[in-house]
């Protein structure tokens, strides 16, 4: 009886979240120009932080809670992944495209987004509710339609950024730079505007 109890029981590989060195081992066989192939797999709570993560492929991965600082996540695509509670302070994610993915909670203090051969990071309808950006460079980046509720933008590059229809309530923006930045339909509703570097014009909100 016992016996049966612990085979019912038994955690099968397939069902635990890959570990660093299943990342790093998946790293080191392929070449730096290919693009791994990571979408939908189980990476919640891995530390992954200060690996080359560039041009994976996340699509619906689950990193909920992982650990990414200082990794570079450029040109990855996150698109609709989990990263919910997620650590990526100080991490590269220029050109990332992480359409509706999940950044609830996330910490990402000082995070580049804004790569200067001119490739826009695309978050559009991304879920940054209680998210920490404070200080981090998001110059052109497409935010429209996202949730930004709660979220601290203290101190951040937002020049140019697409922020029409966006769900600002309660959001943090105190110092930030908005110049030329879209605001239009957003709801701007208890947001926090001081200390602005450039005015704020009607004409980006109507």
Known sequence: ???????????????????????????????YTAELRFQGVNLSGSDLSR?????????????????????????CCLE???????????????????VCANLEGATMKNCN????????????????????LEGSDMGSVNLRVATLKNANLKNCDLRAAVLAGAD?????????????ANLRGANLKDAAFELMLTPLHMSQTL
């Open 1 to 31: 009886m016992l016996e049966q109890i612990i085979s019912q029981s038994k955690i099968t590989r397939d069902s635990l979240p890959l570990t660093r060195r299943d990342v790093i081992d998946a790293l080191i066989k392929s070449s």
């Open 80 to 98: 609709r992944a989990d990263l919910s509670h997620a650590i990526l302070d100080n991490a590269q994610l220029l050109g990332v495209k992480s």
């Open 168 to 180: 600002l309530e309660s959001c943090d923006l105190s110092g930030s730079d908005l110049h030329e």
């Open 51 to 75: 690996l080359d993560l560039r041009f994976i492929n996340f699509k619906y991965a689950n990193l909920q809670g992982c650990k990414l600082t200082g990794a570079n996540l450029s040109w």
């Open 113 to 132: 987004f804004k790569d200067p051969a001119g490739s826009r990071a695309n978050m559009e309808g991304v879920n940054l509710k209680g998210a920490n």
